[in-house]
């Protein structure tokens, strides 16, 4: 139970972190930034929620059956910490190029958490999304290999919704 | 059979009208069509696309003619939001290009449901509330616009790419133009 508490206030420390971190960097409109991603994450979510369990998380942490706003920030963490990783490191490089390499981050960080959070017990496949698997694990792990397959998916969508939605209020502040 | 030919034809009818207004449309249907088909393949366990042609599928039930069917509708309702409301703001026609898909996408759904060609998943049906809305089940309100937003997302996103790309190339051609 204390490694479930360790876990959600560490969500939301790394979300502060990231944003002072932002605000620190003259990062324009840091605040807003992040919503649209939360937004965007959450989205996705709520879709897709029949296909996930998330389990053993407090009873504040959820919104909606079981969407929890921790898991969540969690991907948010993730996301915005390869983008800003991504944009400081090949700061000239074009958008396009740094799509990927977002992607590319994104899988490798996102496969070993997803791993851990399976073999904790804190996430769970519906039967609905295990009958569409394979079966072939990730090397050492009970993990599905599909896991490596569906993060780059998933964030292929919700990149360039924060990155558009972001423009479209950039363009009317202006 | 029926079902995927006519999709077929009206995409290709569309496609063929839409390239006399907007020279990029093939282009932007097939970014469109990539967003749907990560869309698709991404949900695949919520859905059942059943009784098309072997053809027709791509990956387990994940369907290129639903995904070329929803290509058009997307495209199609965004060209006549920017045809009609051309003045308005990005932002606000982004809000605009929803109203069309959601209407043109309910019937949609409610046509392939009746056909027999779109279940829902267990998973799915357990979250249902059972009220429908032309056979559609009332949820469709709120995932049509939420899937939408995603695929509109990404199109915009992909342009803004495939545009700034296309810059320096044009200006290139415009100087030489000049020159000349």
Known sequence: ?174 | MIFERSVITIAIVFLLILIKIDKDSLRKFGIILVAVLLFEYFTQALWLNKNLEPWAYLYLDVSWIIAIGWATIILVSIKIIDLYFSNLSERRRFFFYLVPITIIGIVAEGVVLGLGIREYSSAVQRMLSGIVLWNVPIEALYYIPVFMVLVISFTGYWETIVEEKAKPIEENKAKKGSKK
């Open chain 1, 1 to 174: 139970m204390i490694g479930i508490i360790i876990f959600e206030l560490s969500m939301i420390a790394l979300i502060l972190g990231l944003w002072s971190y932002m605000k620190r960097k003259q990062c324009k409109n840091a605040t807003r930034k992040i919503i649209i991603l939360f937004l965007g994450v959450l989205l996705f979510e709520i879709m897709s929620e029949p296909m996930w369990r998330n389990f053993k998380l407090n009873s504040w942490a959820y919104l909606y059956h079981d969407v929890s706003w921790i898991i969540t920030l969690g991907w948010v963490n993730i996301f915005l910490a390869s983008m800003l990783l991504i944009d400081n490191l090949f700061e000239k490089m074009p958008e396009k190029k740094k799509f990927w390499l977002y992607l590319l981050f994104i899988t490798v960080i996102t496969t070993p958490i997803e791993v851990i959070l399976l073999q904790t017990g804190i996430r769970g496949y519906d039967a609905v999304l295990t009958a569409t698997m394979r079966g072939i694990m990730i090397p050492f792990t009970q993990a599905p290999i599909e896991i490596v397959f569906v993060i780059p998916m998933m964030a292929a969508l919700i990149i360039p919704f924060y990155k558009f939605v972001n423009r479209l209020f950039e363009q009317t502040t202006r």
